[in-house]
C-alpha cells in the first residue's frame, strides 16, 4: 500500500489530493477460485493536518471504491506549510504521507 | 426485492423508534480513534448519517448553500465520481447512498483552516438518489442528486 499526497493551488485555497493504493474490500464479495467471502478490509480514518495541526478528519466506509482519491481544501496553506495525511484500515493498518507547499 | 420492501416498510413505521434511538446512541466525539461501525453499518437511509451529524437527517432541507456533483449515468457502480461543495462555513459533511446496503458512505469533518469542500469516489450497488448532507452551524442542507447505475459495485 502506497499513499501519495498531492497540492493544486485553486482559486480559493489549495485542494489536497490524496490517493492511497487499497483493496477496499466490503466483505460481500466471494472469491471466484475459492468460493469463500473476501473479509472486509477498508479505510475508516483519514485525517489531514497542517504543521502538526489538525485541520480535517474524514471517515470511509466499505462503499469508498478501491484505491481511494479523496479531496479537499484548505483555505489558509503558505509556502512552507508542510500539509500531512495519515489514514488507519478497519484491520489496524495504518501510513501517512506530506507535502511540503512551494 | 422482499427485504428492500421490508426494509422499506420497517423503515416508515420504525421513524419513531428510530428518532427514540438517537437520543440513546453515544455521542460520537470524532477523535482519530473513534470510528462509529454502527452508523456506517446501519441499513435505513437516515440513521446513520443522523448518528454522525449529531442531527436528525431527516429533518435537513433542500439548499443553494451546498452543491452535489455526481455523473447521471454510471456504467461501473464500482467507481462513481462525486463532488461536494458548500458556501458557508461547515463543520461536517456526510454522504449518503440511498440503495446501498450501507447506506452511509464517507463523512468529513472540518475545523479552522479548511473550507467545506469533498470529494471522492464511491461504490453504488444499483441506481439510486445520492445525498449529501452540510452541518453548517445549526442547520442541516442536503443536496440529491439520481445517479443510474449500469453494473453494481456492491460483492457480485
Redesign the interface.
Known amino acids: 500500500m502506497t499513499t501519495k499526497i498531492k497540492v493544486k493551488a485553486k482559486d480559493v485555497g489549495h485542494d489536497i489530493l490524496v490517493l492511497v493504493k487499497h483493496p477496499m474490500e466490503t466483505g460481500l464479495r466471494t472469491d471466484a477460485k475459492t468460493g469463500e467471502v473476501v473479509p472486509a478490509h477498508y479505510i475508516t480514518n483519514m485525517a489531514f493536518s497542517v504543521n502538526g495541526t489538525q485541520v480535517a478528519e474524514t471517515m470511509l466506509s466499505q462503499a469508498v471504491s478501491a484505491n481511494p482519491l479523496t479531496t479537499i481544501n484548505l483555505t489558509d496553506l503558505k509556502a512552507g506549510d508542510v500539509v500531512s495525511v495519515s489514514w488507519e484500515d478497519n484491520t489496524g493498518t495504518s501510513e501517512s504521507a506530506e507535502t511540503t507547499i512551494k | 426485492m422482499k427485504r428492500r420492501l421490508f426494509l422499506k416498510s420497517s423503515v416508515a413505521t420504525g421513524t419513531l423508534t428510530a428518532a427514540a434511538g438517537y437520543g440513546l446512541l453515544p455521542i460520537q466525539t ?1 477523535s ?1 480513534a473513534s ?2 461501525s454502527d452508523a ?1 453499518a446501519a441499513e435505513d437511509a437516515t440513521s446513520g448519517a443522523s448518528t ?1 451529524l449529531g442531527m436528525d437527517a431527516a429533518s435537513a432541507t433542500e439548499s443553494d448553500d451546498i452543491k452535489l456533483k455526481a455523473p447521471e449515468v454510471a456504467e461501473n457502480g ?3 465520481p462525486i ?1 461536494i ?1 458548500t458556501n458557508g462555513a461547515t463543520e461536517m459533511i456526510a454522504v449518503v ?1 440511498e440503495k ?3 447506506p ?12 467545506g ?8 450497488g444499483q441506481t439510486s438518489n445520492v445525498i449529501a448532507y452540510a452541518k453548517m452551524g445549526d442547520k442541516l442542507v442536503k443536496a440529491t442528486a439520481e445517479v443510474k447505475v449500469t453494473a453494481g ?4
Open positions: 470524532a482519530a470510528y462509529p456506517f454522525v464500482a467507481v462513481v463532488k461543495s447512498v446501498n446496503p450501507a452511509l458512505v464517507m463523512t468529513a469533518k472540518f475545523s479552522d483552516g479548511a473550507s469542500a469533498l470529494s471522492g469516489r464511491i461504490k453504488m459495485g456492491c460483492g457480485g
